[in-house]
Every structure is written in C-alpha cells, then in structure tokens.
C-alpha cells in the first residue's frame, strides 16, 4: 500500500534556529507533495504545494524564505522552517499525491519553540 | 475558490446513537474528489472515505458517506456511534485541475458511554 514517513515526528527548537522535516514516499512515487501547518485550534493551513515539473506554489503568508522546499524526485520532499518562532509552533504535515486524487499524510512533525 | 463547510466545533454523543457529521462543498469545476479524514489525538489525519461518483454510497469501518452533486453535499453516518470514534473528522475537497486539498475546519467528535 502507499505511505508515507514523516520524521522527525516531534522537535524543539530555540526562538530564531531553524529545524528541518523530511518526508519520503513508499509505494508510490509522490507527483505531487502539499505541506501544511496545524496550528492550535486552526484547520489546516496550506504552506505550499510542489508539484513535480512544476514551480513551487506557496499560498499566501507563507514565503520560499521562510519555509523552503525540497522536491529533488518522487520519492522525497523536504521542508525546514527558518528562523523558527512562538508563532510558527504547530503540527506540520506533508501530503503526497501519486497519479491519483487521494492525499495520503506523513505522521506529522510537532514543532515547539522555545 | 474551493471551499468547504463542516459542522463546526463540537458533537457529543451517547455510544449507541447515529453519527451525522455534515459536508457541503463548493468549486466551479465539475468533477470534485470529497473525503473524510480523521485524526485521534496527537496523530496525523488518516483517510477514512473517498468519493467521486455522484449519488454513490461509500463505506469503511462502519462509516458511510454519498456525494451529492445536487446538494453539493457528503455528509458523514454512521449508524451506532462507539467510544473510539472519538476523533477529529475533516471533510476535504480536491478538484484535479487545482491540485490541492481543500479542508473544512474541522468537526469534533466526542463518544460518552
């Protein structure tokens, strides 16, 4: 079956270091790979969408110099956030796509800054 | 763009009663996927049901939902709610031309013996 490995699944990080978290695709090959954030009593917010052959896509209030992307193939996806403060703790979750329409989701990576 | 709407906040139940958790969506393109997520506490959303074939029921694990193009609508039952429902439940769209999965705000599920 697909899935996908999301690590590291929880991470502390000190206001203004950066930490990065890492997705890889199994029994599948990822076109396509969507990271979002869940905040505290928020839905998922949409950071960016990469999209194999294609530019990568942030939505607003998210920026490439604050969270850049990795998509180097089909199997694997990177992301780190820079600079990482109060405001940017959460539940970060990667979402790959095969040809299909399902979204299969990584366990989630749980950032706390301190 | 793409929205969708879910029950908001959260549902209490008693173990035993039926579970309806409302979905209704809008997009502009013709052919959307709907889903159901759910996530249990301190893990990631896991895919519960898919659909994209109008007036089509869909089942797993108990739970049941059928896309209605005409009401825009994929409501979530099942018919005897248990204590691990208990969960957070996403109804999601995605539309192939976008590409991206649309989420409603999410419901909250609470089962009570």
């Known amino acids: 079956g697909a899935l996908v490995y999301q690590y590291p699944r929880r991470t502390i990080c000190k206001s203004g270091t950066s930490m990065r978290m890492e997705c890889q695709a199994v029994g599948f090959q990822a076109t396509s790979v969507a990271w979002y954030r869940q905040s505290p009593q928020k839905t998922f917010e949409l950071i960016a969408l990469s999209t194999v052959n294609s530019a990568i896509k942030y939505e607003q209030n998210f920026t490439q110099e604050k969270f850049p992307i990795s998509h180097p193939n089909l199997s694997f996806s990177s992301m780190t956030v820079l600079n990482a403060y109060l405001e940017d703790r959460g539940l970060y979750l990667c979402?790959?796509?095969?040809?299909?329409?399902?979204?299969?989701f990584g366990s989630g990576t749980r950032l706390t800054v301190l | 763009g793409d929205s969708v709407t879910q029950t908001e906040g959260l549902v209490t139940l008693t173990e035993g009663l039926p579970v309806m958790l409302n979905c209704t969506y809008q997009?502009?393109?013709?052919?959307?996927?709907l889903f159901w997520y759910v996530q249990h506490l301190n893990e990631s959303p896991r895919l519960l049901l898919k659909?994209?074939?109008?007036?089509k029921r869909t089942e797993h694990q108990g739970f049941h939902a059928t896309l209605h193009k005409s009401s825009s609508s994929f409501h979530l039952q099942k018919s005897s709610a248990q204590l691990s429902d208990s969960a957070l439940y996403y109804c999601a769209l995605i539309t192939q031309v976008v590409g991206q999965l649309t989420f409603g705000r999410g419901t909250r599920l609470q089962v009570y013996a």
């Open positions: 659909s994209f074939t109008d007036n």
């Open positions: 997009t502009i393109y013709s052919n959307p996927f």
């Open positions: 979402g790959a796509r095969g040809g299909a329409e399902t979204l299969y």
